[in-house]
């Protein structure tokens, strides 16, 4: 929304700081990041963080003003590209980086950036600019840097940065995704002059978004691992591996929408998916066309024709779903956002 000119005469007067957040992370990003800051500053006041994904000239538009009159601006560039399971770098189409890379260069010298340093197109704008910029990943040679990741009820791993490591607890939440979110708000926090300590106390609240591989109550004390709110193939592997980690559990059921937008190998893409399905868990649902193949994977690696169910839609499944399930399972829940797997979670959450 462009600022009117009440607002802009108020912003004048503040000159509060702006943070920027972009990215295919930005949304769990900038929820970590407000979460860092809210217990030392006023936000919305001092500080403000908005979140874009800089495709619309309105929000270029509002953000060159607001970069041109708050007192301190810092850009931060989430993931562009996919993130893979089992590699710590990788990289987008330059396409995609364009109005990202535009803002940047009209930053003046003074503020700064945070890039994730694993995406190796997001990396390439700290050499594009005079910026002041800090980088997070999994790599070596990021600044801030996780390590020592550990899952059960959540996930256990460290910051290292410039020599000193303190550990980070994020209850309930799974996933390098959630991790990058992490290490954004901490980057933050380092910016603003907050020590490690206070940073990973106040990540212990962060509780991120609806959808994005969050464990919530099911149905029948069961548990539910929230990611309906969006998928590709790299992302469904790693929920479906993260599931098959996770201990105490009765029974394993994956939940698992068809994957938009996998391009000309989606039927071998989504059989990859199947086979890892076979592997970590127990009872398979699909929902759609292209799940079926997750079904074919599974039934090709050895999971019994009985512990298999698919369907076109959700309200042919739904019910038979809420039958299945027992006390002490775990269901994952995962689809790319055009199939709406959220309506699988309200059927089967807790307090339904």
């Known amino acids: 929304m462009e600022l009117n000119f009440f607002q802009k005469f108020k912003f004048l007067l503040k000159k509060p700081k702006v943070i920027i957040v972009t990215g295919e992370g930005r949304f769990c990003a900038k929820e970590a990041i407000q979460q860092v800051l809210k217990p030392h500053f006023s ?75 694993d995406d190796e197109t997001v990396r390439e704008i700290g050499d594009l600019t005079n910026l002041k910029t800090l980088t997070f990943g999994f790599q070596e040679r990021a600044d801030l840097r996780a390590s020592d990741i550990k899952i059960n009820g959540g996930t256990n791993f460290k910051i290292n940065y410039k020599g000193n490591i303190v550990p980070v607890w994020l209850e309930r939440l799974f996933g390098k995704e959630q991790i990058y979110s992490a290490l954004a708000g901490v980057g933050i926090g380092i910016i603003f002059d907050l020590n490690l300590v206070e940073i990973s106390q106040a990540l212990k609240d962060y509780k991120s978004l609806p959808g994005k591989m969050r464990m919530i109550e099911g149905i029948n004390n069961s548990k539910i691992l929230d990611d309906s709110e969006g ?84 309200d042919d499944g739904k019910l038979k779903l809420k039958d299945e399930i027992k006390e002490g399972d775990l269901i994952l829940v995962d689809g790319s956002k055009e199939m709406k797997m959220e309506e699988i979670v309200e059927q089967i959450k807790e307090g339904r």
């Open 231 to 314: 998928a590709t193939i790299f992302s469904m592997i790693e929920s479906v591996e993260i599931i098959g980690k996770l201990q105490g559990y009765k029974r394993k059921i994956a939940v698992l929408g068809d994957v938009v937008g996998a391009g000309k190998y989606a039927i071998e893409a989504h059989e990859t998916i199947g086979e890892k399905v076979a592997q970590n868990t127990d009872i398979l649902f699909t929902f759609g066309a292209r799940a079926k193949f997750i079904a074919e994977g599974a039934k090709n690696k050895g999971m019994a024709v009985d512990k298999i169910f698919q369907y076109d839609t959700i």
């Open 43 to 117: 936000l919305g006041k001092e500080i403000l963080v908005l979140e874009s994904d800089l495709k619309n000239t309105r929000d270029l538009k509002r953000y060159k003003f607001l970069i041109n009159q708050s007192s301190l601006v810092v850009l931060v560039v989430t993931h562009v590209g996919d993130i893979p399971l089992e590699q710590d770098f990788f990289a987008a189409e330059r396409e995609k980086m364009e109005e990202i890379l535009s803002l940047a260069k009209i930053l003046p010298a003074s503020n700064y950036l945070v890039l994730n340093f």
